[in-house]
C-alpha cells in the first residue's frame, strides 16, 4: 500500500475531487497555504494499493495544471526600502506537487 500526499492549488480542487470520487478513491483534504507566494492550498492524502498507484498518479496530472501568474515581490526590510522598485515578475503556479510513500501499516476504527 501507498500513502499520495498531493498539493493542488485551489483552483484546480473541484476538478480533482469529482475524480477521485468519480473512480471510488478515497482521499482526505487538508487546508494548507503554500510558502512562496502564501497563497492556499489543499493537500490531499490519498491511501492506494499498490496496483492503483500509477492511474491514481494519472488522475492527479489530468485535474492538475500549471499556470503563469504575475507577482510582485515583497519589500526588503531596513533603511532603504523607499529606493526599492518591485516589478511584477511571471512565476508559475498550480499543478501538483505529489509524494508517493510506503505505508508500513494501514488500520480503521
Known amino acids: 500500500m501507498k ?4 498539493v493542488v492549488q485551489d483552483k484546480d480542487v473541484s476538478k ?3 475524480r477521485l470520487v468519480k ?4 482521499a482526505t483534504k487538508l487546508a494548507s497555504t503554500g510558502g512562496f507566494l502564501r497563497a492556499g ?15 491514481t498518479l494519472q ?5 492538475c495544471r500549471a499556470r503563469e501568474q504575475l507577482v510582485t515581490p515583497m519589500s526588503p526590510l531596513g533603511s ?7 516589478f511584477p515578475i511571471s512565476v508559475q503556479v498550480g499543478g501538483a506537487t505529489v509524494f508517493v510513500v ?8
Open 23 to 26: 473512480e471510488g478513491i478515497g
Open 59 to 63: 488522475t492527479i496530472k489530468d485535474s
Open 41 to 55: 492550498n489543499t493537500t490531499f492524502l490519498v491511501g492506494v494499493d499498490d496496483e492503483r498507484v500509477e492511474s
Open 80 to 86: 532603504q526600502v523607499e529606493a526599492y522598485v518591485s
Open 16 to 18: 480533482l475531487s469529482e
Open 102 to 109: 510506503d505505508v508500513d501499516q494501514f488500520l480503521q476504527f
Open 3 to 6: 500513502l499520495i500526499i498531493a
